[in-house]
Every structure is written in structure tokens, then in C-alpha cells.
């Protein structure tokens, strides 16, 4: 197999096996092998074969940038020692004085990095409702340059309209980002809806098995990647070569991974939604969801992640449920093969002040599963078991 019988045209599961991958030269390895180096040696002064250092040239790392940048059907991809890691060198793109208008309801730790440190460093930024693409809009000043959008979002399963806010965007000439951990490029893909720059917590789906944490921005405009390419070695928070071996190892069964994650989430999604014990289901496959037509025209699937309010929604309801769980690991993150429940007004979005949680809808008892790939009669039977004590 030879990159040049992997194109644009190559089907999604094609390009995930092989996509910037290629025999190694050297000795014809079918699997990329891991560069655990940190330096090259040059033969004479100025002499080399154009690897340095191993901060700017790995190829372990080069071939996981080739591969995501082809399942977004992006030009360039970059990868980073975190899914924070990237979003922190994106927004040192920006300069002091510029402005962001983002989600109101993110990832806790990218509200955090806003907030807490990017805040400090002179950039502007104001926190909106992305279901609404007027109301993005009107946060526009004459220094905003990026709209940082996720979409689902993390952990009420929100969705933004991107190629509306794209055309409202564009027009003021403002960068827009999606994160596009929770639906992967399987399901979802934002550059071809006109998005500048995808970002990923490759922590999560594409490495899928719960190994290794990461993080890539994958883009097709020229200018933006020279400067993201500079500030991966400028600013230096590039991944090791194991990691990146893991994530591009995980890749490959990223189609099968997201069917079977969506199969078993859509069947728990309905049976969440009938369950007397349950307040609310935050899921865009139902038809309830405030947002499915749009989920339906975005996206191709609605992925694994489910959230949801057991009883009462008081943080004793959400603990009694949360506690009970068996197969479900107890634990923040999500994307892997394994099932997981996590609490996240105390682990993942601790960070967000529980006033700004709860005009969301963003309830103290809320529960977020990430669900695996077990026997979907196991999955059933321990959220059935779960319930059973609210
Ligand atoms: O954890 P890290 O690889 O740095 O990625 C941060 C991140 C960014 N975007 C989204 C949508 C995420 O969910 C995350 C990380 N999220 C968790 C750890 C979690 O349990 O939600």
C-alpha cells in the first residue's frame, strides 16, 4: 500500500487505516514505527536528512498529522501533548485586545483556560447561547477575530447551527473553531460546512481506548497553519511518539468504533426517555431533542454520549445513581471502548460557577455516560440496576 492509492475519494474507513501512513522505508514495517528519539545525527556541519530535533520533525507524529488532517478533509494537522494543549496554542494566535465570543456551555477546562488564564493576558471574551446564530452574531465587536464553537456541547449535548454562523462569521472576516471531540469526523465535519480550524481531544474517540491524552487542530488555509506550525515549535507542546502510535493506532477502527458507540447509545437514549425515574434525556438522536432536525443535517450519526437528569435533579438524586453503577466506570473522560458515568458539576465542569450551570438547565444531579462498546443487554441492565435507587 503506497499513499498514492489514498486520496480525497477514498472512502472514511480507508483513509482511517492507511491515510499518512506508508511501509517504513527502511525496513517495509506495515505499522508506523515509533521514533523514541529525541535528537538525528548530522553526518557534517549543515549535512542532515532534514530531521533535527524532535521537537520540530518526528514521524510517528507526522504520520497522525497526515491521518487526522484526512478524516476532516483538512490540508494540514498538527497534534499536541493535550486537547488543552491545542486550543492553548490556537489562541496564541490571537494578540492582546482581540476579542472571542464562545459557547456558554464548553468543556469546563477550555472555559477554565478563557477564563482563568487567556483572560489575564488581555483577551476579551464573551460567553453566548451557539443554539442561537443571531445572538452569536450580536456578540461581534469590531475586535473580535474567533468564534469558538463545540458542537455537541459538553455535557448538555447543545448544538450550534456551524454553516449559518460560518456565513455570519465570514462576512467580518472572524475565525471559526469547532470542537469536534464528541462527534469525530466519522459523524461530523466541519471544514466542509466552511469551519477555518477543527480542534480534537484526541484523549477521547479517535484514540478510543483510554491510553494516551492528545490533542490536534486540523485546517486547510495556508496562512493560519504556517502560524500553528510555528507556534507548535515556538511554544513547543508537541506529544511523544508512543502517544501519537497509540492515537494513530485507534484511528484505523474509528468507523466500527462509532457505529457500534451509536447503536447502543440511541437504544439507552429511549429507555432513559421512558424511564419514570428520569427527569430528562439530553440526546440530538431523539426526536425530542430541541435540536434533531439540525443534528440530522450536520451530522451523520449522534454519537455515544448521553446525558441525563435521575430523579429530582438535587445532587442527592444524581450521587444515589451515580454511586450505583457497576459496569459503568466511575470516571471523567470519555471516547473509550469502555463505559463510562461521570458526575460533571463535580469532576469535568467543576470550574463553571454553579449559577451560570443552572440557568443552562445544567442541573446539580445531572449525569453524563459515555457509552462503550460491552453488550448493549449488560449496558441496559446496569443503568435499569442504577436507577433502581432514586
Ligand atoms: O483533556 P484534554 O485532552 O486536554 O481535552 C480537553 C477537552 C476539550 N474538548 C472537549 C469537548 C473535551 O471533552 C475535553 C476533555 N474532556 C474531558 C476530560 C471530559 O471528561 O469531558
Same mark, same amino acid.
Given at each position: 500500500?503506497?499513499?498514492?492509492?489514498?486520496g480525497?475519494k477514498?472512502?472514511?474507513?480507508?483513509?482511517?487505516v492507511?491515510?499518512?501512513?506508508?511501509?517504513?522505508?527502511?525496513?517495509?514495517?506495515?505499522m508506523?514505527?515509533?521514533?523514541?528519539t529525541?535528537t538525528?545525527?548530522q553526518?557534517?556541519?549543515?549535512?542532515?536528512?532534514?530531521?533535527?530535533y524532535?521537537?520540530?520533525?518526528?514521524?510517528?507524529?507526522f504520520?497522525?498529522e497526515?491521518?487526522?488532517?484526512?478524516?476532516?478533509?483538512?490540508?494540514?494537522?498538527f497534534s499536541?501533548?493535550?486537547?488543552?494543549?491545542?486550543?492553548?496554542?490556537?489562541?496564541?494566535?490571537?494578540?492582546?485586545?482581540?476579542?472571542?465570543?464562545?459557547?456558554?456551555?464548553?468543556?469546563?477546562g477550555?472555559?477554565?483556560?478563557?477564563?482563568?488564564v487567556?483572560?489575564?493576558?488581555?483577551?476579551?471574551?464573551?460567553?453566548?447561547?451557539?443554539?442561537?446564530?443571531?445572538?452569536?452574531?450580536?456578540?461581534?465587536?469590531?475586535?473580535?477575530?474567533?468564534?469558538?464553537?463545540?458542537?455537541?456541547?459538553?455535557?448538555?449535548m447543545q $448544538?450550534a447551527?456551524i454553516? =449559518? %454562523? #460560518?456565513?455570519?462569521?465570514?462576512? @467580518?472576516n472572524?475565525?471559526?473553531?469547532? !470542537?469536534?471531540?464528541?462527534m469525530?469526523?466519522?459523524f461530523?465535519?466541519? $471544514?466542509?460546512?466552511?469551519? =477555518? %480550524? #477543527?480542534?480534537?481531544?484526541?484523549? @477521547?474517540?479517535l484514540n478510543?481506548?483510554? !491510553?494516551?491524552?492528545?490533542?490536534?487542530?486540523v485546517?486547510?488555509?495556508?496562512?493560519?497553519?504556517?502560524?500553528i506550525?510555528?507556534?507548535?515549535?515556538?511554544?513547543?507542546?508537541?506529544?511523544?511518539?508512543? !502517544?501519537?502510535f497509540?492515537?494513530?493506532?485507534g484511528?484505523?477502527?474509528?468507523?466500527?468504533?462509532m457505529?457500534?458507540?451509536?447503536a447502543?447509545?440511541?437504544?439507552?437514549?429511549?429507555?432513559?426517555e421512558?424511564?419514570?425515574?428520569?427527569?430528562?434525556?439530553?440526546?440530538?438522536?431523539l426526536?425530542?431533542?430541541?435540536q434533531?432536525?439540525?443534528?440530522?443535517r450536520?451530522?451523520?450519526?449522534?454519537?455515544g454520549?448521553?446525558?441525563?437528569?435521575?430523579g429530582?435533579?438535587?445532587?442527592?438524586?444524581?450521587?444515589k445513581?451515580f454511586?450505583?453503577?457497576?459496569?459503568?466506570?466511575?470516571?471523567?473522560?470519555?471516547?473509550?471502548?469502555?463505559?463510562?458515568?461521570c458526575?460533571?458539576?463535580?469532576?469535568?465542569?467543576a470550574?463553571?460557577?454553579?449559577?451560570?450551570?443552572?440557568?443552562?438547565?445544567?442541573?446539580?444531579?445531572?449525569?453524563?455516560?459515555?457509552?462503550?462498546?460491552?453488550?448493549l443487554d449488560?449496558?441496559?441492565?446496569?443503568?435499569?440496576?442504577?436507577?433502581?435507587s432514586?
Amino acid at each position: 500500500m503506497s499513499h498514492s492509492a489514498i486520496g480525497p475519494k477514498s472512502g472514511f474507513s480507508t483513509k482511517a487505516v492507511h491515510a499518512g501512513q506508508e511501509p517504513d522505508l527502511a525496513t517495509g514495517a506495515v505499522m508506523t514505527p515509533i521514533y523514541q528519539t529525541s535528537t538525528y545525527a548530522q553526518e557534517a556541519l549543515g549535512n542532515h536528512k532534514g530531521f533535527e530535533y524532535a521537537r520540530t520533525h518526528n514521524l510517528t507524529r507526522f504520520a497522525l498529522e497526515r491521518n487526522l488532517a484526512a478524516l476532516e478533509g483538512g490540508k494540514h494537522g498538527f497534534s499536541f501533548g493535550s486537547g488543552l494543549a491545542a486550543t492553548n496554542a490556537l489562541m496564541q494566535v490571537l494578540s492582546s485586545g482581540d476579542h472571542v465570543v464562545c459557547g456558554n456551555n464548553t468543556y469546563g477546562g477550555t472555559y477554565r483556560l478563557f477564563e482563568k488564564v487567556w483572560k489575564r493576558h488581555g483577551l476579551a471574551f464573551t460567553f453566548v447561547d451557539c443554539t442561537d446564530p443571531a445572538g452569536v452574531e450580536a456578540a461581534f465587536t469590531p475586535r473580535t477575530r474567533l468564534v469558538w464553537l463545540e458542537t455537541p456541547t459538553n455535557p448538555l449535548m447543545q $448544538l450550534a447551527d456551524i454553516r =449559518d %454562523i #460560518v456565513e455570519r462569521a465570514h462576512k @467580518k472576516n472572524i475565525i471559526v473553531v469547532v !470542537d469536534n471531540t464528541f462527534m469525530t469526523p466519522y459523524f461530523q465535519r466541519p $471544514l466542509e460546512m466552511g469551519a =477555518d %480550524i #477543527v480542534m480534537h481531544s484526541v484523549t @477521547k474517540y479517535l484514540n478510543g481506548h483510554s !491510553d494516551m491524552v492528545g490533542g490536534a487542530l486540523v485546517m486547510s488555509d495556508d496562512g493560519l497553519a504556517e502560524q500553528i506550525r510555528f507556534l507548535q515549535n515556538a511554544a513547543g507542546a508537541v506529544p511523544g511518539p508512543m !502517544d501519537c502510535f497509540l492515537c494513530l493506532r485507534g484511528t484505523k477502527t474509528l468507523a466500527v468504533r462509532m457505529k457500534q458507540h451509536e447503536a447502543s447509545a440511541r437504544e439507552l437514549a429511549a429507555i432513559l426517555e421512558k424511564h419514570p425515574r428520569v427527569s430528562r434525556v439530553f440526546y440530538p438522536g431523539l426526536a425530542s431533542h430541541p435540536q434533531h432536525e439540525l443534528a440530522c443535517r450536520q451530522a451523520s450519526g449522534f454519537g455515544g454520549m448521553i446525558s441525563f437528569i435521575p430523579g429530582d435533579g438535587s445532587l442527592a438524586a444524581g450521587e444515589k445513581v451515580f454511586n450505583r453503577f457497576k459496569l459503568f466506570t466511575r470516571a471523567e473522560s470519555l471516547g473509550g471502548v469502555e463505559s463510562l458515568v461521570c458526575h460533571p458539576a463535580s469532576m469535568t465542569h467543576a470550574s463553571v460557577p454553579r449559577e451560570s450551570r443552572l440557568s443552562m438547565g445544567f442541573e446539580d444531579g445531572l449525569l453524563r455516560l459515555s457509552v462503550g462498546i460491552e453488550d448493549l443487554d449488560d449496558l441496559r441492565a446496569d443503568v435499569e440496576q442504577a436507577l433502581q435507587s432514586v
